[in-house]
């Protein structure tokens, strides 16, 4: 069975659909791009995958061993004032809490935790640095180490490129691509082309339709309707 299985799935607000019906499966190991423009759903899609937002319809099932609290998420902002006084090291250690509940502290386990995320995202260097003073692309390799605190087996990002400039963007895809060869699943949202790139499958908002392929199959449908528009 896959990690997830999504049936039939319908997802909006206050009862109103902004999506047709998906189903799709996250397999171990895949990576997911779930690509669209601006206002397709994609956010609403996946705030309902992650739990922060309930269904209207259909099913979301987990399998293959995995359990929600092996599942990382990073959001598509995070606002943080100026002032915001956190290291790098506190902000990353932050993304150990669901494991450790009922502790009032931080235990050895979980700095070992942190260490080892931000090792993977290369900012240990820039571990006791003020959040704030980073760059753009120093914050959100920050972020992706505290989501990936909780991401055992799966993590979800929601356009983690969208504010970064094409250098910065390159380096976080080559960090996931990394992850992902060691493992990791990802589910993905992004209105950017070049995650295609990187992903497994496709799961595309095209003309109101839905619809989950290999990368191999989305890229052969995507030149054939350019080809057929030119033809027309």
């Known amino acids: 069975m896959a990690y997830i299985s999504c049936g039939n799935l319908v997802v909006g607000y206050d009862g109103k659909a902004v999506l047709p019906p998906v189903s799709f499966d996250v397999e171990k190991g895949s990576y997911v791009c779930i690509l669209g423009e601006n206002g397709s759903g994609k956010t609403t899609l996946m705030r309902t995958l992650v739990g922060v937002q309930k269904k209207i319809s259909g099913e979301i099932l987990f399998g ?5 609290n092996e599942t990382g ?8 004032d100026a002032d915001f006084p956190a290291s790098v090291r506190e902000i990353v250690l932050s ?3 669901g494991q450790f509940k009922n502790r ?7 700095k070992m935790i942190a260490e080892e995320q931000m090792e993977k995202v290369g900012i240990s260097s820039l571990s006791r640095r003020r959040f704030t003073e980073l760059s753009g692309g120093q914050q959100q390799r920050t972020l992706l180490a505290r989501a990936l605190c909780a991401a ?3 993590i979800f990002l929601d356009e983690p490129v969208s504010a970064l400039d094409p250098a910065a963007a390159k380096e976080f ?3 996931l691509e990394k992850l992902n060869n060691e493992g990791l699943s990802v589910v993905m949202v992004s209105h950017d082309l070049d995650c295609l790139d990187y992903a497994s499958h496709i799961l595309s908002f095209r003309g109101g339709k839905v619809q989950f392929e290999s990368r191999a199959d989305f890229c052969k449908d995507t030149s054939s309707g350019k080809s057929d528009e030119k033809r027309n």
């Open 64 to 68: 293959d061993g995995l359990c929600k």
């Open 73 to 80: 998420y990073l959001p598509q902002k995070l606002s943080v």
């Open 95 to 97: 993304g150990t809490l």
């Open 104 to 110: 009032p502290f931080y235990g050895k386990a979980q």
């Open 152 to 154: 055992k087996k799966l």
């Open 173 to 175: 895809y080559a960090i």
